[in-house]
Each structure stands twice: as C-alpha cells, then as structure tokens.
C-alpha cells in the first residue's frame, strides 16, 4: 500500500491507533450495515497481534450489542415481557418536546418509534445528559433501553419504551498535541499516503499527487468551520462513502426532499436543523433531490453561508457546519469554461448564493473507484483519524498563520480573500499540523505551505469565479493576487 519505510513509521509513530484493514474483510463488516469508523474500532478491539481478526468474536459483539434492523422485535419482546433492560450500540436522534416538556428519542436504523411518545428520555438522564444527548441530530452511543407503563400527561396510561442511559461512542481520547508533533517524523508524500489509507484508499491506486490532493480536498469540511464546497464528479469516485462512512459528525442527504424546517429550524416543533448540529451537511446525488419551500431555503442559506447565521420567523440561529453540494457530471461536460452549475437544481442557479460557497472541486481529476484503490494493510484507524479532523475544527491557531503570512491587494473582493484564507487554512491542518508546534520552521516551510495549501485553494476559488463570470457578466473571472509573505514573525 505505501513502502515498508512509511509502515515502520506508522507502527513506531501511531502503535495504538492502527489497524489493518482488509478489503474484502471489510466488505463483509460493512454488509452487517456498520459504517466505516465503526468497523475500524470494531476490528481494532478484536485483532491479533498480527492483525488478523476474530471474525466470530466480532459478529457474537455485533449481534449481542449492535442489533440489525431485524433483531428489534427480539429485542421489544425481551424489554416487554421479561421486563429485561437491554444495552445496546445504536444511532439515536433525540429533540426536546417543547410542549410537554418531555425528551423524545427514534433509533433510526430500527424505524422505531412509529408513534410519538413511545420513545422517551428518562427525566433524571435529560436532567443528567441532556445537553450531550440533544447536541446532534444523531449521535452514536451505548444506550440501555427499558419498558414502563406510563402515563403522559392529559393521555391514557401504556407502554413506553424508555432510554434510561447514554454513553457517547467515542472510544479513542485525542491527544492533539501528540498527533502534530507526529506528522514531523513523515515527508509530506508519506503524509498524503498516510491521510488516504486512514480514509480507507489504497494511495498506489492514484496515479499522481494532484490526484491524491483532489481526492484529499474532500476533507476540508471535515477539519474547517463553515467550509463550502461544491463538487461535480462522474459516477463511481467514492463522493458519498467519504461523506457518509469516516465520520459520525456529518450528515449526509441522499435524494428526497429537503426543507427549511429539516435543514435550519423547524417552527413547529421550535426545533434547530441538521446545519446547527453537525460538522457538516453534505448534498449528495443533488440533481435528485428537492426543495418544496425554494425561496425560503435560499433566503436561509444567503444568510447562513456568508456568516453562519440564519433567521427563520423570529428564531434566529447559528451553526458552524460546511455545506456541501455534490453532483454527478459526465466526463464530456467537464470543462470549467462551460457553465457547468446548469448540473445543479434550480434553487443554485442564482449568482449571488453560489458567490457565497469557497471552493470547487474537479471531481473528475479523481479516479473511479477500483479494487486497487482500496486500502490494504496497516492504516490509521478511521474512527481515530475522525477524531483528529473534529478536534482539529476548534484549533484556531492555524488561521492566525494563514492571515499573517499571506499578502494581497487592498482592493482584493472580501469573499475571495476568505474563501482563499478559508480553504488555505483546511489544508494546511490537513498536510502540515505540525505548523503550529514547530513555528521556527515557518518560513523553511514556506514552498511547501504555498504548492501544497495556498495555490490549490487558489485554484478552488477561481473555479467558482469563473462560473460566477459564465452565469452572470457582473463578476470577473479573475480573483486577487494572492502571495505568501517572504518572512513571517514567529512571536505568537
């Protein structure tokens, strides 16, 4: 997968967060319906030494504590009747019923509850963790599950399941610090191999660098605050196995029907959207997918892709997830000097809302998805390296870098220049983390910072001004002049 010298460094530098990952071992986990993340900590609790796998420990784990969707009238049974209080590992999405003042939770990958107020949160784990349980649209977690006989108020006593305790899934404790100081001991071509195996890409299945960062520039949203992308990419370039299957902290919409109230802040239910909860929400399949309210959900996402901020009525919210738009193309459309934004609904077919979104990326300069792309052998654990990307987001130190070293015209467009410093900053706490460690190395880093962070951001940019100049005359086609200072102070 990379040579043995990167391997030796892996098992030296990273002991506790590998795991060897086996394609076809890992097809058969993934068919049990367990994501990415999920199948690496899963295989790395089990293993050998030599990094072979358990497989039957793993499935008697699987059965007993991650039910299938099949398993869950064995499961109500046990709760009902022998009064058993069942533990499990589930996706669970929780939201506070204003009216009643109950917490309500639904585990997804049952279809359980079908009926409001057959799920409930029990008073003293809301009072307890009730912040943690309604942070995110879904969380993964070690639930434990019982049945009562309950009464809500002003309604006839009957059976309620309830959720009587919480623990989050989150299994490795990041030290980031420790992860910076380890990306020193790799060459940024052993990094690039490392970022694609932990991702679960085999990096020889890439023909070049440029493919490799492309398919890296994926992550952006993952490690950056309110990232925007768009990318259009043939079929088959693993768009929605990135975004669905490495981190429990985005949301991935596939097709259907999105609303205001789903994606910003529901009136009703006086309930915050996905976008306020998760790292980021990523549009897959965007062609197939519809938006009933369109005048309302592009007012929202002006407001909220320029600032972070959103009103809807008179609630008026904040969220810091990317918002990213994927659709397919065909390979004999792919040319950034045709209006290749005619692929994209309606609703994005205005100027100044696609002025708003950072970067493009050239899906089409990532390879499909082959055999030989899949990662093979000893790798970063997923879960760790998702870890890593969500802490990462918090780490503000990496802007501070990027806006006093780069250098453009007092005239430059605002929204250019925050996109480039915006896109520039994802990168380098992509490829170079340790930058903020070893500060006297800066301006020794400079080539590296400007060839592999700044000028692909660049390049994301004037992506999207060229199409904003295609759509609509009133934009240049051009972006600033944008440089990397020769020497930076290192007094922070």
């Known amino acids: 997968m ?25 097809k058969s986990i993934s068919s049990w319906g367990i994501p990415g993340f999920l ?3 899963l295989v790395k609790r089990f293993a050998r030494e030599d990094g072979t796998l358990d ?39 929780a939201e506070l019923d204003v009216a009643t003042g109950e917490g309500l939770f639904s585990l997804p990958d049952f279809g359980f509850p079908s009926r409001k107020y057959d799920a409930i949160i029990d008073k003293s784990l809301l009072r307890e963790k009730g912040e943690l349980i309604l942070s995110s649209s ?5 639930i434990e599950l019982e049945w009562r006989l309950y009464a809500p108020e002003g309604k006839k006593e009957k059976g309620v399941i309830f959720m009587t305790s919480f623990t989050p899934f989150r299994p490795y404790r990041v030290d980031l610090t420790f992860f910076q100081l380890a990306r020193k001991e790799f060459t940024l071509a052993e990094w690039l191999d490392v970022i694609l195996s932990a991702i679960d890409y085999n990096p020889q299945g890439f023909l070049d660098t440029r493919q490799k960062l492309t398919f890296i520039s994926r992550l952006i949203p993952f490690v950056e605050k309110r990232a925007n992308i768009i990318e259009l990419a043939p079929k088959g370039t693993g768009k929605s196995y990135v975004f669905s299957e490495i981190s429990k902290y985005g949301w991935l919409v596939s097709g259907g029907s999105v609303t205001r109230a789903k994606l910003f802040y529901d009136i009703q239910r006086r309930q915050p959207g996905i976008i306020c909860r998760q790292d980021y929400v990523a549009l897959d399949e965007i062609q197939s997918i519809s938006f009933p309210d369109e005048e309302e959900i592009r007012g ?9 901020e959103f009103r809807v009525g008179d609630y008026r919210g904040v969220g810091e997830a990317g918002f990213v738009l994927l659709g397919n193309i065909n390979y004999k459309l792919t040319s950034t000097s045709r209006n290749m934004f005619t692929e994209l609904p309606s609703i994005f077919h205005e100027s100044a809302l696609l002025d708003r979104f950072h970067g493009f990326i050239r899906g089409w300069d990532i390879p499909r998805m082959k055999e030989n792309m899949k990662a093979s052998g000893w790798a970063l654990s997923a879960e760790y390296f998702s870890e890593i990307m969500h802490c990462l987001r918090e780490d503000i130190r990496y802007r501070d870098i990027v806006d006093e070293m ?28 340790h930058i903020v460690i070893d500060k006297t190395n800066i301006d020794k880093e400079m080539d590296l910072i400007a060839k592999y962070c700044l000028k692909p951001a660049i390049v994301m940019r004037k992506i999207i001004r060229k199409q904003l100049h295609i759509m609509d005359r009133e934009y240049d086609d051009k972006v600033p002049e944008i440089k990397l200072k020769g020497k930076i102070h290192n007094s922070r």
Do not use: C
Not at 2 to 26: H, W
Not at 58 to 72: L, M, N
Not at 410 to 431: F, G, H, Q, V, Y
């Open 2 to 26: 990379y040579s043995e010298k990167t391997k030796e460094k892996l098992k030296t530098v990273f002991p506790q967060m590998l795991v060897f990952k086996d394609p076809q071992r890992n």
């Open 39 to 41: 199948r690496d900590w």
């Open 55 to 93: 497989i039957e420990a793993v499935q008697s784990y699987v059965k007993e504590h991650i039910p299938s969707r099949g398993d869950w009238e064995k499961l109500k049974k046990r709760m009902t009747t022998d009064f058993a209080t069942v533990k499990i590992l589930a996706k669970v999405r």
């Open 138 to 142: 879904e969380n993964w977690g070690v």
């Open 300 to 308: 929202a996402l002006k407001g909220y892709l320029e600032s972070g």
């Open 406 to 433: 780069l250098a453009y015209p007092k005239s430059a467009d605002t929204r250019d220049t925050e996109a480039i410093k915006r896109l520039t900053t994802a990168l380098m706490k992509l490829l170079m983390p």
